[in-house]
């Protein structure tokens, strides 16, 4: 089955630095990819997603890269602020909404 | 325009009681679903729904409940507390088939003694 997992617990960045959170995937049939960011108390907050026919996509400060080849996929979010400080994790999906894995999470932290 | 709301946001129950757990979308999405976060594992699917009167199981769906009277409320049931039960619980939601949860509520963080 899928297993989507992250390449570490916990990652610090000063602020205004560009931050990487990695994450690695075992089911090359995933056909698409979710990065979501959790504060702490909250529920999941989407933030991107990219479909596997996709190498890059850019949203506001966040840029996904999928390299499907050794099934990796980042995130990197540009100019890194206080309030990004939070767990994001990725979530892999083959077919439908029920199919959908998630990772345990990299925590973010953002020293002022 | 509330999002998804979840009710409430902490229980304390003993082994064997039953409770609902809340949830509601004010966004007229037709896809809701129920998740447990547990320390050191991802998201895992309990049971989820495609639109009002159609539920299904998702990857952990035993000791739950669940039912889809309205688009708006999907509710999810403990029938009797067990101590592997306690987690975090979250209720999300989707506009449509085949794409991802989109909106999460808060959650629910249910202990059983």
């Known amino acids: 089955g899928e297993s989507v997992g992250l390449h570490l617990p916990t990652l610090s960045v000063q602020e205004g630095d560009n931050s990487i959170i990695n994450c690695a995937y075992s089911n090359s049939a995933s056909d698409y990819f979710i990065w979501y960011k959790q504060e702490s108390g909250k529920g999941p907050q989407f933030i991107i997603d990219?479909?596997?026919?996709?190498d890059k996509r850019q949203g506001q400060r966040v840029t996904v890269l999928l390299n499907k080849t050794v099934k990796h996929l980042s995130l990197q979010i540009a100019a890194t602020q206080p309030g990004d400080s939070a767990v994001y994790f990725c979530?892999?999906?083959?077919?439908?909404?029920?199919?959908?894995?998630f990772g345990t999470g990299t925590k973010l932290q953002v020293i002022p | 325009n509330a999002g998804v709301t979840q009710t409430p946001k902490f229980q304390v129950l003993k082994t064997g009681q039953s409770m609902t757990l809340q949830c509601a979308q004010d966004m007229n999405h037709e896809y809701m679903s129920w998740y447990r976060q547990d320390p050191g594992m991802g998201l895992r699917l309990i049971h989820y729904?495609?639109?009002?009167?159609?539920?299904d199981q998702g990857e952990v769906p035993n000791g739950y409940n669940v039912s889809r009277s309205t688009t708006e409320d999907f509710p999810l049931r403990l029938l009797s507390a067990a101590p592997s039960q306690t987690s975090v619980y979250f209720c999300?939601?989707?506009?449509?088939?085949?794409?991802?949860?989109?909106?999460f509520g808060d959650g629910t963080r249910l202990s059983i003694l």
């Open positions: 999300a939601s989707s506009y449509s088939r085949g794409t991802q949860p989109q909106h």
């Open positions: 979530a892999g999906g083959v077919g439908g909404y029920q199919k959908v894995t």
């Open positions: 729904s495609v639109g009002a009167g159609i539920t």
């Open positions: 990219i479909r596997s026919n996709m």
